[in-house]
Every structure is written in C-alpha cells, then in structure tokens.
C-alpha cells in the first residue's frame, strides 16, 4: 500500500521530539482502542472462537471487508518497529490476491493496532448472541461506538482528519484519504465549520 511507504518515509523523518508530539496526539485514542478489545475480548471472543475462528472461517477479515483510514496507518506505523513495518510490506508485495485480508497471517492480523473499521465490526450473529437480550452490554457497545465518532467522525475536529491533515500540508496524498477527498466527508466538516464559526462569540 502506497499509505505505507509514505507514512514510513514521512515519519522516519521526524525528530523525537516531533515524533514524539504525535505518539502525544494519539495517547487518548489507544487507551479508548484498549477499552474495546477489552469489551471485546471479555464478552466477544467466546462466542468468536466458537463460531469461526476454531473453523478457520472468520468472516470478520474478509478482503472485501476492509476499510482502512489514512490515520489507521499512521497510528500502526507510529506504535509499529521496523520489523513489523517491514513484515505488512513483505505481505504486501507478496499479495497473491485471494478472498482473505492480505493482512491476515496465520498468527492472526499483521497490524500492531489493527484499523478502527475492523476493531468495531461485529458481525450480526455475534451482535445478536451477545447483545440481543442483555441492554446493559447493548447500551455499553454504544456507548463505546459514540465515543469511537469522536475520533473518526468530523462534525467536529477529529484525530483521525488531524492526522491526514498533518500529511496532506506536507504534500502527501493518498486515495485512502477520506478526510480530504470524501465528498461526503468533506461536506460534513464544511457544514460543521460553518456552525461553530456561527457560534463564534463576537469580541
Ligand atoms: S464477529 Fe462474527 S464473523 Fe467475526 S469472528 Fe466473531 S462470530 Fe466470527
Ligand atoms: S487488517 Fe487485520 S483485522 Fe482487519 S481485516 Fe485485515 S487481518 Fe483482519
């Protein structure tokens, strides 16, 4: 992936201390990343197990299924070494095609902090089996996916198009970009610009 090698390049010219304040910026988010694999793991991974991963039949990393943000790269890479910089290359390069994630290796995903789309996929099964009758653990999960807006949904400044901003004024560019090409997107943070400048108390 292009993103990869840009965000390498990028970062691999940083100074600590320039590093560094990124590692800052991104602080808040992984400890939120550590809560939902806690969530996860404690009310998830049985039925998980069940259901496909003791089949090999996962169908959560699929290759049709995965999205990935330009910041989901530069978080991974800025939490990733070298040498697991270089093993999400390899496997690129490498990729054969096939209906699996190419980052999906036989010890599991390749992504030291894998992207937040595949973090906050459950599939409606396990949705059902664990949610479906228990409103304490439903209303939990949404609790969990409204704070995961604050990071990745730009009606208001967020990390996820602070990040792609950062490299977008260096001159990079990327098609996984979203924050800076979506129209979607990119009609959502106007909208939202415009109300907070409307909110703007007058000095
Ligand atoms: S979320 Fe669904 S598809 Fe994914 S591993 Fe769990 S049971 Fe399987
Ligand atoms: S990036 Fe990782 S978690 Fe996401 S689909 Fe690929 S292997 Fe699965």
Redesign the pocket.
């Known amino acids: 992936m292009q993103a990869i090698r840009i965000v390498r390049g990028y970062l691999g010219g940083l100074s600590r201390a320039e590093a560094g304040q990124l590692k800052k910026r991104i602080k808040p988010y992984i400890l939120f990343r550590g809560e939902v694999a806690a969530f996860q793991e404690l009310h998830f991974s049985d039925i998980c197990t069940e259901k496909c991963f003791a089949g090999k039949t996962?169908a959560?990393?699929?290759?049709e299924?995965?999205a990935?943000f330009f910041a989901d790269v530069v978080i991974n890479l800025l939490l990733s070494s070298d040498d697991e910089v270089d093993a999400l290359e390899q496997t690129l390069s490498n990729d054969r095609g096939g209906f699996?994630?190419?980052?999906?290796?036989e010890t599991?995903?390749?992504?030291r902090l894998?992207?937040v789309?595949?973090?906050m996929?459950l599939c409606d099964f396990a949705k059902e089996s664990v949610l479906g009758k228990n409103d304490v653990l439903r209303s939990q999960w949404e609790k969990l996916r409204r704070r995961e807006k604050r990071y990745t949904w730009p009606d208001r400044p967020v990390l996820f198009d602070m990040l792609e901003e950062v490299f977008f004024r260096a001159g990079y560019d990327s098609p996984i970009m979203y924050f800076h090409h979506s129209p979607g997107l990119l009609r959502l943070k106007s909208r939202a610009q415009k109300t907070r400048l409307s909110f703007t108390p007058e000095e």
């Open positions: 996962s959560c990393c699929g290759r299924g995965i990935t699996k994630c190419v980052y999906l290796s599991g995903c390749l992504w894998k992207p789309v595949c973090e996929f």
